[in-house]
């Protein structure tokens, strides 16, 4: 841990960074929190989440938020532009803290930087290095001051490594519930529904969304051949123009598109068909059968074979440490995902309950946000003694 800064006051300037909607979305909730006990005034990188909470927004995420190793090389210079940005304004501000949420490749630089400066930095939802790249570690050693870590396996990896590290339990088994009963939803987006329902999410970038729609849909159109009619349920993303969407879901009344509400459709759902990503977990908190695929480019794909060191790419499969959802990655063939999908409606909920319930156990009962809160107030107040504001 970083020595007492009896040398600096502090100033009331939070930095705060994230890189796309689900880390967005972890840092609008840790600020709203800090935000209960402490006197400061936030900026960073996010967008209208973070905006919302009265984070003032250096630079929003959308030019840069994608996947895959090499779809990197397309967004070069607005990243470059971004951390550019960033470390002009981390130069001017000089602020009592920097907080990461996700984001590793980017935000790992953004560290480094402040290291220099002597700015302190705290990492919250930090790098999954027991997945891959775990030469970060070294890097995290280096530059982070304390990680906050929210699945239950990483402290243990953290510490062995000797990085100050505290797990304060994963936010979702807070924040993931339904606002409607299944007939409240229903009647609510005003859906006649015909046969199961399913809910379908193609992910929260414009990449993910392009890349599985169109298997998604075919897989769809297979079981609606096997099983007859269904209700599907297209919740979007907020980041997510429903103009990208227009053309995959015209002519096919059977696909009901709508923002908002996603645990609401996945907990009314027979069935959800995820790309990989936090809604897999939302899925698994939820209870509903899920099964998870995921898309990148061939090159993102051979590089991601080489480095990535987990048999699941699930974080439900990860924790519980077995296929609980099928997984579905690179190779989509539509007719042998829709085979699975109708194995599954017909198991339904009772062929995974047992383990989502040891997942949801693993995941703990804790209040992610107040621990966290707590844990960077202390680390403040560690640091600048008092946390009033210097004059």
């Given at each position: 841990?970083?020595?007492?800064?009896?040398?600096?006051?502090?100033?009331?300037?939070?930095?705060?960074i994230?890189?796309?909607?689900?880390?967005?979305?972890?840092?609008?909730?840790?600020?709203?929190?800090?935000?209960?006990?402490?006197?400061a005034?936030?900026?960073?990188?996010?967008?209208?989440?973070l905006?919302?909470?009265?984070?003032?927004?250096?630079?929003?995420?959308?030019?840069?938020?994608?996947?895959?190793?090499?779809?990197?090389?397309?967004k070069?210079?607005?990243?470059?532009?971004?951390?550019?940005?960033?470390?002009?304004?981390?130069?001017?501000?000089?602020?009592?803290?920097?907080?990461?949420?996700?984001?590793?490749g980017?935000?790992?630089?953004?560290?480094?930087?402040?290291?220099?400066?002597?700015?302190?930095?705290?990492?919250?939802?930090?790098?999954?290095?027991?997945?891959?790249?775990?030469?970060r570690?070294?890097?995290?050693r280096?530059?982070?001051?304390?990680?906050?870590?929210?699945?239950?396996?990483?402290?243990?990896?953290?510490?062995?490594?000797?990085?100050?590290?505290?797990?304060?339990?994963?936010?979702?088994?807070?924040?993931?519930?339904?606002?409607?009963?299944?007939?409240?939803?229903?009647?609510?987006?005003?859906?006649?529904?015909?046969?199961?329902?399913?809910?379908?999410?193609?992910?929260?970038?414009?990449?993910?969304?392009?890349?599985?729609?169109?298997?998604?849909?075919?897989?769809?159109?297979?079981?609606?051949?096997?099983?007859?009619?269904?209700?599907v349920?297209?919740?979007?993303?907020?980041?997510?123009?429903?103009?990208?969407?227009?053309?995959?879901?015209?002519?096919?009344?059977?696909?009901?598109?709508?923002?908002?509400?996603?645990?609401?459709?996945?907990?009314a759902?027979?069935?959800?068909?995820?790309?990989?990503?936090?809604?897999?977990?939302?899925?698994?908190?939820?209870?509903?059968?899920?099964?998870?695929?995921?898309?990148?480019?061939?090159?993102?794909?051979?590089?991601?074979?080489?480095?990535?060191?987990?048999?699941?790419?699930?974080?439900?499969?990860?924790?519980?440490a077995?296929?609980?959802?099928?997984?579905?990655?690179?190779?989509?063939?539509?007719?042998?995902?829709?085979?699975?999908?109708?194995?599954?409606?017909?198991?339904?909920?009772?062929?995974?309950?047992?383990?989502?319930?040891?997942?949801?156990?693993?995941?703990?009962?804790?209040?992610?946000?107040?621990?966290?809160?707590?844990?960077?107030?202390?680390?403040?107040?560690?640091?600048?003694?008092?946390?009033?504001?210097?004059?």
């Open positions: 841990m970083q020595k007492n800064n009896s040398d600096r006051q502090y100033n009331g300037k939070i930095v705060i994230t890189g796309e909607l689900s880390g967005e979305i972890h840092a609008s909730h840790l600020v709203e929190a800090l935000q209960t006990s402490l006197d005034q936030f900026s960073g990188m996010g967008s209208t989440r905006q919302e909470t009265g984070v003032r927004i250096i630079v929003d995420y959308k030019d840069i938020s994608i996947t895959g190793l090499s779809e990197v090389l397309w070069l210079k607005y990243i470059r532009r971004a951390y550019d940005t960033l470390r002009d304004h981390i130069r001017r501000e000089r602020p009592a803290l920097l907080i990461l949420v996700d984001f590793p980017f935000n790992l630089k953004i560290a480094k930087f402040a290291k220099v400066l002597g700015v302190p930095v705290v990492y919250f939802i930090p790098p999954q290095i027991w997945a891959w790249r775990k030469s570690i070294k890097k995290i280096e530059r982070v001051d304390r990680v906050i870590c929210v699945l239950p396996f990483e402290k243990a990896l953290y510490d062995k490594n000797g990085v100050d590290s505290i797990y304060v339990g994963h936010p979702f088994m807070n924040t993931v519930k339904p606002l409607y009963s299944r007939e409240e939803f229903i009647g609510k987006l005003g859906i006649d529904k015909k046969g199961p329902m399913i809910t379908i999410m193609p992910g929260s970038r414009e990449n993910e969304v392009r890349k599985h729609m169109p298997t998604l849909l075919a897989v769809i159109g297979s079981l609606e051949r096997r099983i007859g009619k269904l209700t349920l297209l919740p979007l993303a907020e980041n997510i123009d429903f103009r990208l969407v227009e053309d995959y879901v015209s002519g096919r009344p059977s696909v009901q598109t709508f923002k908002g509400l996603s645990y609401d459709a996945l907990a759902s027979d069935l959800a068909l995820v790309a990989s990503g936090s809604a897999t977990l939302e899925a698994a908190i939820l209870g509903v059968p899920t099964i998870v695929i995921y898309k990148i480019s061939s090159l993102s794909y051979l590089l991601a074979r080489m480095l990535v060191k987990v048999d699941h790419i699930s974080l439900p499969n990860i924790i519980a077995k296929e609980v959802f099928p997984e579905f990655v690179q190779h989509l063939n539509p007719e042998d995902i829709a085979e699975k999908a109708a194995y599954m409606l017909n198991n339904g909920r009772e062929s995974v309950k047992a383990d989502i319930e040891v997942i949801k156990r693993r995941l703990g009962g804790f209040d992610s946000y107040k621990m966290a809160k707590d844990e960077i107030t202390g680390y403040l107040e560690h640091l600048y003694g008092t946390l009033s504001k210097a004059p």
